[in-house]
């Protein structure tokens, strides 16, 4: 495993307030996809099966280095749950990317990306990014959400909307 300050991997441990470029990222989806687990995994290389519920919402920093560029990414980890919705979409405000996960195992996480898919088109400012991620895809013996499906969402919610310049599906 490559160590945090490998430069084939553009990262680098940094505690300094000094930043070229600085970019608020808010992970949505339904509760129990695994957006606390995805933020851990990218921003601590660490993961624990057991599941923890975010109450609102909780954030972690990552500073990156890109074509000798500093950059701070600010990731906002919210809550999944009905109850929460009026805090966290406070926080869609300013937001410049927005990572819409649905778990490969649980249809009804993936119907309601288009629920999510509205709010920020609401809540959020015009030029906001947009990745569509299929997450917990070492649970493939329990897909029940093929790729081609997270696919032709993003294709359909691409094309629904010039809200969202760039919608992508990921598989992580």
Known sequence: MASATD???????????????????????NSSVGKTSFLFRYADDSFTP??????????????????????????????GQERY??????????AMGFILMYDITNEESFNAVQDWS???KTYSWDNAQVLLVGNKCDMEDERVVSSERGRQLADH??????????LLTLQV
């Open 118 to 120: 509205t709010q920020i």
């Open 50 to 79: 057991a599941f923890v519920s975010t109450v609102g919402i909780d954030f972690k920093v990552k500073t990156i280095y890109r074509n000798d560029k500093r950059i701070k990414l600010q990731i906002w980890d919210t809550a």
């Open 85 to 94: 919705r009026t805090i966290t979409t406070a926080y869609y405000r300013g």
């Open 157 to 166: 919610l691409g094309e629904c909307t010039t809200r969202m310049t760039q």
């Open 7 to 29: 430069s084939r991997y553009g990262q680098k441990e940094s505690s300094d307030q000094n930043f070229d470029y600085m970019f608020k990222i808010l992970i949505i989806g």
